[in-house]
């Protein structure tokens, strides 16, 4: 279960924000779409963040990606490959400075904290700490890194070996080497990080349609897709994957393959049958009719199809599922449906969180009942380009009340993250 994620000097967000999902103590908020994290507080259920275009919503996704990445593929990069960090452009002292990645998070009824600062050269610090549910609030220092210098808990973290025998490169994370090491927490942490967050760009859900069709394979979880799809009336009454063979695929992709699967299986799914009712002139059912995900199903349907095992993978594991854009190309209704899931204790019992993007205000809705206060987020920029990410549970509660029109508030401006629009009329009136 995530609490936090902060990131600093990475693209728009100059200086270190924080995106916490610890649940505010407020009263005055209602007891709803919250769990225990089992350390004393609530922690939320899920978050959406919303600002004007060009603000930073999606650059927070793309930060919980890189970081992700890196901790997933470090231990493979060759000593001269650059890290893929992009700093802060705007100012000449920030583009120079590293950039800043921390999570804290609960597994196995433990909290982690861990983060790293690197440049496109190198890591400059690296950190690892876990504190004990046990009514303290000591941490333990896992591991701190300046550089090529380290320093370990020789007890409970065991890298002894890749430290005195340098096998740690500049460019590498230590938690990613100790991973492959076998080392107990590392492989605890490495888990959570690359395994248990998933994270989506949702203008782009083709990444995911190969993995979703996957999963057609397993009789129950296709099934669940299906009542998935059913429920959001698209009309689709069955799913089959189709296959492509790795012999009609070009001669280097072939050899690619070949090199990184060690000899294993290989499915390449290169579309999904849709199966639709089809009548006569009678209006009598008279059996299917077979369509091409690819070809005949609209963008929409294709992107629900896309995000139907993520969601649920999430959902039925306890997993974080963050998505960027998660309305585009999705009816409103759909979008209030995928929160709700998310929201009740009934369809997400095992306290998975989701936290997106959006520019549909009309989650905002009184009407539509779907956040709390401290479950909307917002970016704006500075003038000097900079993003920053506040919540509306920072405000006041004299200047915001749990039972006020949110979204009309919003869209008026009152709570910032807005674009000030210019004069588009004198664009025509020479």
């Known amino acids: 279960m995530l609490i936090q994620f902060s990131v600093k000097n990475y693209k728009t967000f100059a200086e270190e924000v924080k995106l916490s999902m610890v649940a505010s103590k407020d009263d005055t908020l209602q007891e709803k779409n919250v769990f225990s994290s089992g350390f ?13 275009n060009a603000s930073g919503k999606s650059k927070l996704v793309e930060g919980m990606l890189f970081m992700k990445n890196f901790v997933e593929n470090s231990a493979n990069y060759q000593s001269n490959k650059r890290i893929n960090t992009d700093p802060f452009k705007l100012s000449t002292v920030k583009e120079k400075e590293p ?16 983060g790293f600062e ?38 409970k973290f065991k890298v002894k070996s890749l430290i005195d025998n340098d096998r740690v490169k500049e460019n ?56 998935f799809l059913k429920d959001a009336d698209l009309g689709i009454q069955d799913l089959k994957p189709k296959l492509m063979g790795v012999e009609e695929l070009p001669k280097q992709v072939q050899e690619f393959i070949l090199k990184n699967n060690e000899g294993k299986e290989t499915k390449i799914y290169s579309d999904v049958v849709t199966f639709h009712k089809q009548y006569n002139e009678f209006k009598e059912y008279i059996g299917q009719v077979e369509f091409s995900m ?6 929409g349907t294709e992107k629900y199809f896309a995000l139907s095992a993520p969601i649920l993978d999430s959902l039925l594991n306890g997993h974080i599922f963050v998505i960027d854009e998660l309305d585009a190309t999705l009816h409103p209704n759909l979008v209030c449906k995928i929160v709700e899931l998310f929201n009740s204790n009934i369809t997400n019992p095992k306290n998975a969180q989701l936290i997106f993007n959006t520019h549909n205000t ?12 401290d479950q909307i987020w917002f970016t704006e920029k500075n003038h000097y380009g900079a993003a920053i990410l506040y919540s509306l549970a920072d405000f006041k509660t004299d200047k915001v009340r749990k039972d006020d029109n949110f979204e009309k508030n919003y869209i008026e401006g009152r709570y910032g993250a807005i674009p000030f629009l210019g004069d588009f009329n004198k664009l025509f009136n020479q």
């Open 40 to 52: 004393g507080y609530d922690l939320l259920k899920s978050a959406v963040v919303y600002g004007a």
């Open 99 to 114: 950039s800043m990645f921390e999570v804290i998070f609960v597994y196995e009824n433990e909290m982690y904290r861990y």
């Open 118 to 155: 690197v440049t496109t050269e190198k890591i400059i610090s690296e950190w690892l700490y876990v504190r004990q549910n046990n009514g303290k609030p000591k941490e333990t220092e896992l591991f701190y890194r300046e550089e090529q210098k380290f320093e370990y808990n020789k007890t």
């Open 172 to 227: 590498t994370l230590l938690l990613s080497k100790a991973d492959v090491e076998n080392e107990k927490t590392a492989k605890k942490v490495f888990h959570c990080i690359t395994e248990n967050w998933q994270i989506i760009e949702g203008l782009n859900p083709n990444n995911y349609l190969g993995y979703t069709a996957s999963k057609l394979e397993d009789k129950v979880f296709k099934n669940k897709i299906i009542d």
């Open 294 to 299: 690819n070809d005949d199903e609209s963008s």
């Open 362 to 373: 009309n989650l905002l809705s009184p009407d539509a009942e779907l956040f709390r206060r």
